[in-house]
């Protein structure tokens, strides 16, 4: 029963992780960018469903559609705003830029999230589930949302797989990761790679943030923790490595999903962070890296 | 053309107009609070709404009361900085002060070496007044102007054996609550009034505040059996009330749940606290007082929305401090103390006095017949319905379906 309970939730969770972890990781493998405004997009987007579907009474879809958007739009003004000026800038020494757009970038997450505090107090929101009800598997009632979050997360996955590895441009996608002098030699944009990037970014986030929204609820004081996982499970999976970032994704959800039943809920993260440590005393380049 | 000439002799001519009807200084009363919680969020707007309310009546012995708002961003450190600021530049006479217990926690030694008087509309921890017993000369200048957890403790268990232990049968509980400073006395209040009320104490569970998956939670809970959860949070509210409904834990939630006490709490959860029985000191269209239903409809006319729990204590607070300065003829900090400490006042939320030097809990609020005593609301269809005690009860407890009452079958 317990064995099947932490098997289930785990799932669930660390599909969620996963898929908010893949934007992160992938911004990072093509353009270098940590981009600290992640936990922001996402509770950003989920705000925007929330508010759509029920202050608005647009109903579950239009809400979740909405908050797609959102995330669309909170990512590309994160690289217009934040990002891109210093990739441009001149006044900026090219090997301080790195820390500059990371500075940026979380300046601007705290800017989205006073504003999100501002307009809509710092209180949890729960978006609208699109499936209501439970259902019980192997004896453990699980509330059906649950398995939609995991499916969706999946699909989403699964199709940022396909446009990477079989459409043109996600193959010019996944060259200038590997290396961005030849992209250009090859006379494809880097900015429009950019531009595709940041694209997929805010639609993985956008969906991620609605589905925690769902499944969770997220309030402004979620942006930090949400940053932080992000960035820890991408650190453990190896910076830039998607499929590294999966991997991790279910070692952190399992880990704090097993913690949490076995031990007690109080300390559900801290053994995925000293794993954390530990892997970067041993394997400074995280369990999948390439550099 | 509007000049700033122009502009300038306008604003000196209001200038003139307005001090030419107001015969001494303002009185001064610092708001600190916190603008973005929903609880904290009613502080300021029902202190103004007050404030005006007893300027347009002439004031004060002809002194105008003006309320200087800070927002702590529900900070202790923030809340500090305000205070010292409000004291030494605003020059304020009084403080009215936030609904977070570390918060009013970090003021109390400030509002003794400041000598300035505050009192805090909505923090709950016992060790407010604690610490005045123990250092009166040094505290006194500190007033509880909200229940204290134990007081909190006391009335949920009163409402509970008239709600769930004579009709229901119910035997068992599981406190849940947040790990917080205002739940330590009130988990103990709960160990020790549920037993005498002949329900026991199955397990007592404390979660951290950041946690945002409750389901190990409620699982450990179902498997415990217990009849009832006796809840105190907070802190959190929506992510618990969610979780709760969409995994259908069939255990009936009852206690304290300030953010339940909010009109928005039922959109921020998209109704899935239909049937969570909370603790509050008023409710929609309950006249606890004649003056709690005159103030409702007056901030809801001012300001589009309803007042949290903190809102209406703040109300009242401003009009409490406003008669001790009457009744100490002045505002030399130490004879108000001694007018607050004698007040007697008819607020929003009931009777009010305070606990006199000498009680375990100087300067907390009196509770029980003929003071304060609370009421016990349920969610219902999105209407906070209250449903004790019987004499202002507008409805009767309902459950939702997937509550299953194992002991009301036998």
């Known amino acids: 029963m317990l064995f099947w309970q932490i098997l289930i939730d785990g799932f669930a969770i660390s599909a969620l992780y996963a898929l908010g972890a893949t934007g992160f990781t992938l911004i990072f493998g093509v353009s270098g960018v940590l981009n600290l405004s992640h936990g922001a997009i996402m509770v950003g987007a989920a705000v925007a469903a929330w508010a759509a579907a029920g202050e608005f009474g647009t109903g579950p879809y239009m809400g979740a559609l909405i908050g797609i958007l959102a995330g669309l739009v909170l990512a590309f003004a994160t690289y217009f705003i934040a990002v891109r000026p210093i990739q441009r800038s001149r006044a900026i020494a090219e090997s301080e830029k790195e820390i500059f757009i990371l500075t940026a970038t979380l300046l601007w997450g705290i800017i989205i999230q006073e504003a999100i505090a501002y307009l809509f107090t710092n209180n949890a929101k729960t978006v609208l589930p699109i499936v209501e009800g439970v259902t019980t598997v192997f004896g453990v009632r699980t509330p059906r949302n649950e398995y939609f979050t995991a499916v969706i997360c999946w699909v989403a996955i699964g199709l940022l797989w396909f446009l990477v590895n079989r459409t043109r441009r996600g193959k010019s996608v996944m060259a200038a990761s590997m290396n961005p002098r030849g992209v250009t030699l090859l006379g494809i944009e880097l900015s429009s790679i950019y531009l595709t990037v940041w694209a997929i970014y805010g639609l993985l986030a956008g969906v991620a943030g609605i589905l925690l929204g769902m499944f969770l609820g997220v309030s402004s004081y979620s942006v930090g923790p949400l940053t932080a996982s992000a960035f820890s499970i991408v650190v453990l999976g190896g910076l830039g490595s998607v499929s590294g970032s999966l991997i991790a994704a279910y070692v952190v959800g399992y880990l704090e999903t097993g913690t949490a039943y076995l031990i007690s809920p109080a300390y559900r993260t801290i053994p995925a962070l000293l794993l954390l440590v530990v892997v970067m005393y041993l394997r400074p380049q995280g369990l999948f890296g390439r550099r | ?410």
């Open chain 2, 1 to 410: 053309m509007f000049s700033l000439k122009s502009f300038l002799l306008a604003s000196c001519a209001t200038a003139l107009i307005s001090s030419s009807a107001w015969a001494a200084d303002p009185i001064k009363i610092g708001v600190i609070a916190e603008a973005q919680a929903v609880a904290g969020s009613s502080i300021a707007p029902a202190a103004q709404l007050a404030a005006e309310e007893i300027n347009a009546k002439g004031g004060v012995d002809g002194r105008k009361i003006e309320i200087v708002v800070y927002d702590n961003h529900s900070s202790s450190a923030e809340s500090v900085r305000a205070f010292q600021r409000a004291v030494s530049e605003d020059k304020v006479n009084a403080v009215i002060a936030s609904y977070i217990s570390e918060v009013v926690l970090a003021l109390e030694p400030w509002a003794g070496r400041l000598k300035t008087l505050m009192i805090t509309p909505g923090a709950a921890s016992d060790v407010i007044t604690q610490n005045i017993a123990k250092n009166y000369d040094q505290l006194k200048y500190t007033f509880h102007g909200y229940l204290t957890s134990t007081s909190l403790a006391g009335l949920v268990c009163d409402a509970a054996k008239d709600l769930l232990v004579e009709p229901y049968k119910m035997k068992t509980a599981v406190i849940m609550s947040e790990d917080a400073a205002w739940t330590t006395p009130l988990d103990a209040g709960y160990e020790k009034c549920l037993p005498d009320i002949g329900v026991k104490v199955v397990d007592h569970i404390r979660m951290s505040p950041d946690t945002t998956d409750f389901t190990p939670i409620f699982n450990k809970i179902e498997a415990l059996k217990p009849d009832v959860m006796i809840t105190g949070i907070s802190h959190v509210g929506t992510q618990p009330t969610v979780q709760w409904k969409s995994q259908q834990v069939p255990i009936p939630m009852f206690g304290i749940s300030s953010q339940a006490t909010n009109s928005t709490f039922w959109k921020d959860t998209n109704g899935a606290v239909e049937g969570v029985m909370f603790n509050a000191v008023s409710g929609p269209g309950v006249a606890v007082t004649p003056k709690t239903l005159p103030f409702v409809d007056a901030y809801q006319k001012k300001f589009g929305n309803i007042p949290s729990y903190a809102g209406y204590t703040s109300y009242d607070e401003v009009y409490m401090i406003a008669d001790a300065i009457h009744r100490a003829g002045g505002t030399d900090p130490d004879k108000m103390v001694e007018a607050m400490e004698a007040t007697d006042y008819v607020g929003t939320i009931g009777r009010v006095a305070f606990k006199p030097k000498g009680d375990p809990n100087p300067h907390a609020l009196r509770t029980g017949k003929g003071y304060i005593t609370g009421l016990m609301l349920q969610w219902q269809g999105g209407k906070q319905v209250n449903v004790w005690p019987k004499e202002l009860a507008a409805g009767t407890v309902t459950w939702p379906s997937f509550i299953k009452l194992k002991a009301a079958s036998n």
